[in-house]
């Protein structure tokens, strides 16, 4: 119920009329049924606008982070966080990626919508980074078609470590549905999941035109600064 409170009500009409979405190729998406939505993952806004923009409910995984901060602005959080769609995830430990994969395999069996972003974290400068296969394990596991989606300028509305979007608007396009099931009962073959995993990262490319760098993003930003050079000294 607050899910649909906020979306149409109390929260969706007002970012609408502010932010005034520019939406391509939503009939993409399929009106029953269980849908994955692969997305390039450029802001924490990502997660608000591309729900929004959906009829059905969309839900996404969320660092557990987000549901278990104290005070008034921690239990707002948890709530705006809840009443968006988004469930909580706990990503430490050998285990966090597999629950992950039983939450969105427990919704897509449902007939829902699974929302998820390839790359595993936000892109550091915009750029397209190598997709993780979890995507391609529940799109063979599920059976369902995997629907690509690419935020095309949220670095822009809402950049990275700022804590207030923009007001410019907002650019989201969806690409036709994909359809993996000529590999039915191969999931677990990593070959084939990377496979999947790389046509989808090639669909978002061509959808957003964004570079493709075939690195995981997570190993770029854990990457040590560059050290700079000591200046010469200078001759007596």
Do not use: C
């Not at 602005?73 to 966090?96: E, Y």
């Not at 359809?179 to 046509?199: H, K, L, Q």
């Amino acid at each position: 119920m607050l899910y649909w409170l906020l979306k149409y009500i109390v929260l969706g009409p007002w970012l609408k009329l502010v932010f005034r979405p520019k939406v391509e190729g939503l009939e993409h998406v399929p009106d029953q049924g269980p849908v994955i939505i692969a997305s390039n993952h450029l802001s924490f806004a990502d997660s608000i606008f591309m729900p929004l923009s959906v009829r059905r409910r969309v839900t996404f995984p969320a660092k557990a982070e987000y549901f278990t901060g104290k005070g008034i602005k921690g239990r707002l959080t948890k709530l705006f966080m809840a009443g968006t769609g988004q469930i909580p995830i706990d990503r430490s430990g050998g285990k966090a990626a597999r629950a992950a994969l039983e939450v969105g395999l427990s919704i897509l069996r449902a007939g829902g919508i699974f929302g998820i972003y390839p790359e595993g974290t936000r892109s550091p400068d915009g750029r397209l980074y190598r997709g993780k296969t979890g995507v391609a394990r529940l799109a063979l596991e599920s059976g369902a078609p995997v629907v690509p989606v690419a935020m095309m300028n949220m670095d822009k509305v809402q950049p990275i470590g700022q804590k207030l979007p923009n007001l410019r608007r907002v650019h989201i396009k969806f690409g036709p549905a994909l359809d993996f099931s000529r590999y039915a009962g191969m999931a677990g073959d990593r070959f084939i999941e990377r496979a999947v995993t790389d046509e989808i990262m090639y669909e978002l490319m061509t959808l957003s035109g964004r570079e493709y760098i075939d690195m995981y993003a997570q190993k770029v930003k854990n990457a040590p600064a560059p050290q700079e050079e000591p200046a010469a000294p200078m001759a007596a």
